[in-house]
């Protein structure tokens, strides 16, 4: 079983205009909305791909139940602490032109203390039944800093593999923990390392000094894969490293891409495939939600399609 844990889930609303003009009214000409979260997106995706997949999550008021019940009608079991506070909304603008669409993303919260508490019990008692346990995204007011190094840390004693994808100093002290698997961005690479990276070389040296980092930790079997928009991802591990090529598709949006690519590796791993296999499903993931309008996740159907084009080489 795949569990993930998203203490800030949320869900996406995507408005379209035509032409964005601020301080003056906009009409809106389409609206897209859709359960939003790093964990629960890869939840999503890997039950679309026949994984087995739990979603641990905060979830309040009425968009916590909308969040709920598109868990529920998409095959992921859901495992809910519920808040006082509501879940939030991130509203996302798209002008009508190929530029990014501009994000407006709440902070979410606040977490009673005991809400946190009973999330910690919750992950670890569900962690007894998984094989992953993935972690990410940013975090509510209300949970401390240090949220992941104390979940990773909880679970130590546990057979499951931890999968961690944060920023900035949750993702550095999550780190301290010795999670299994990170998945940085360039741009959250290059804050883990202090320095500028750019293009697959880069990134392919910039993947194994992080993969390194986190064996120092005691982590075994320590892997990273760092991903690159469209220019693909680069993965070490312990069997070697790979650069993987986007595949060329006319991405309609990009929202939840990184996810549904670890959502693809992970339902790859339990399908019983090994790393090559694997980056390979995660790349097709990834793509086929491009694919796909607003904040939508990949299909199956789209994903069967596109696996014959997906590809990797080693990395010296």
């Not at 883990?192 to 293009?199: A, N, P, Q």
């Not at 990134?203 to 690159?228: N, Q």
Request: aromatic share 4%; glycine share 12%.
């Amino acid at each position: 079983m795949i569990l993930t844990v998203t203490l800030n889930p949320c869900v996406d609303l995507l408005l379209g205009v035509q032409g964005l003009h601020p301080f003056d009214t906009n009409r809106v000409v389409s609206r897209e909305e859709d359960a939003g979260g790093k964990g629960t997106n890869l939840s999503r995706v890997a039950a679309e791909l026949g994984a087995r997949t739990t979603a641990c999550c905060f979830l309040g008021g009425g968009v916590g139940a909308h969040v709920l019940r598109i868990l529920e009608d998409q095959g992921v079991t859901p495992a809910v602490i519920k808040t006082e506070c509501e879940t939030r909304i991130n509203v996302s603008v798209q002008d009508g032109s190929d530029k990014p669409p501009t994000t407006f993303n709440m902070k979410g919260g606040p977490v009673l203390d005991e809400e946190w508490r009973e999330m910690i019990l919750t992950v670890a008692d569900l962690a007894n039944e998984a094989d992953w346990v993935c972690m990410g995204g940013s975090l509510p007011t209300g949970v401390p800093e240090d949220a992941w190094r104390t979940l990773i840390r909880t679970l130590k004693s546990k057979k499951a593999r931890i999968l961690l994808d944060a920023d900035n100093e949750p993702m550095k002290l999550g780190m301290e923990a010795g999670p299994h698997l990170i998945k940085p961005n360039l741009k959250e690479a290059s804050r883990l390392l202090d320095r500028e990276i750019s293009g697959p070389l880069a990134a392919g040296d910039a993947a194994e000094e992080l993969r390194v980092r986190l064996e120092a930790t005691g982590a075994k079997d320590a892997s990273v894969i760092l991903s690159m928009g469209s220019g693909g991802a680069v993965a070490a591990t312990p069997e070697g490293r790979w650069l993987v090529p986007a595949i060329p598709v006319q991405a309609k949006s990009t929202i939840g891409s990184g996810d549904s690519m670890l959502g693809g590796i992970l339902a790859a791993f339990q399908a019983g495939n090994g790393w090559e296999e694997a980056l390979k499903w995660g790349s097709t993931a990834g793509a086929a939600t491009a694919l796909t309008d607003g904040t939508e996740i990949a299909r199956k159907s789209v994903f069967h399609k596109l696996l014959p084009q997906a590809s990797l080489t080693r990395m010296a």
